[in-house]
């Protein structure tokens, strides 16, 4: 079975400055990555996703993440953040059939 | 296009009080799912179904039914509630399984309180 590892809880950052959040998952076949982010009091919103081809993807709100097969990662990047990035973000991997996994999450604070 | 909506936003109940947290989606989606989200636990499978009339358990079912009546609405069923059931609970819905790169859409979530 399928699991995600996000190795940090909580993240704080200035504005402007660069942020990655880690990820690693564990799954026997090139699996489905997901990367969702969840303002406060609200749902998850889906970043961007990997399933094929390049292994760098852009997703929505400036943030980019790498599938790299040899270290089982898919770190989430953003070259200068914004006070409304602070938010809860999880890193999720889909494969088999219907089912995702989560990561337990990373809380980004964003200080002015 | 509301995507999905889930009612009500907020509940407590009393302990061995039952509910139905309501879940529609307006994208013809076949796929949808419950989980419930504990501080830092993730999101953890409750039940899902792959299309009308077809349900199946997640990682975490015990004290949860659900049942799948038409495409649109996907109820969740809390009988006799416990404290370990305080959660918020959300509701997802995607166009195929998500291990064929399916998006799942969520919805605002319920926090429920059981005291």
């Known amino acids: 079975a399928q699991s995600v590892t996000q190795p940090d809880i909580h993240i704080t950052v200035s504005e402007g400055a660069s942020l990655e959040l880690r990820c690693n998952y564990s799954?026997?076949?090139?699996?489905?990555l997901f990367w969702y982010v969840q303002s406060p009091g609200q749902g998850l919103q889906l970043l961007l996703k990997?399933?094929?081809?390049?292994?760098l993807v852009q997703g929505i709100k400036g943030f980019e993440a790498e599938f790299k097969r040899s270290q089982s990662s898919f770190n989430l990047r953003k070259p200068s953040v914004h006070w409304s990035d602070a938010a809860e973000y999880f890193c999720?991997?889909?494969?088999?059939?219907?089912?995702?996994?989560f990561g337990a999450g990373t809380t980004v604070t964003v200080r002015a | 296009n509301a995507g999905v909506t889930q009612t009500p936003k907020f509940r407590i109940l009393k302990i061995g009080q039952s509910m139905t947290l309501q879940c529609t989606q307006d994208?013809?989606?076949?796929?949808m799912y419950w989980y419930r989200q504990d501080p830092g636990m993730g999101l953890k499978l409750i039940y899902y179904?792959?299309?009308?009339?077809?349900?199946d358990k997640g990682e975490v079912p015990n004290g949860y039914n659900v049942s799948r009546s038409t495409t649109e609405d996907f109820p969740l069923r809390l009988e006799l509630a416990a404290p370990s059931q305080t959660s918020v609970y959300f509701c997802?819905?995607?166009?195929?399984?998500?291990?064929?790169?399916?998006?799942?859409?969520f919805g605002p979530g319920t926090r429920l309180t059981v005291l």
């Open positions: 994208m013809n989606h076949n796929y």
């Open positions: 179904s792959v299309g009308a009339g077809i349900t």
């Open positions: 799954y026997g076949a090139t699996p489905y």
């Open positions: 999720a991997v889909g494969a088999d059939d219907y089912k995702l996994s």
């Open positions: 990997y399933f094929s081809g390049d292994t």
């Open positions: 997802a819905s995607s166009r195929g399984p998500s291990g064929s790169a399916n998006e799942q859409f």
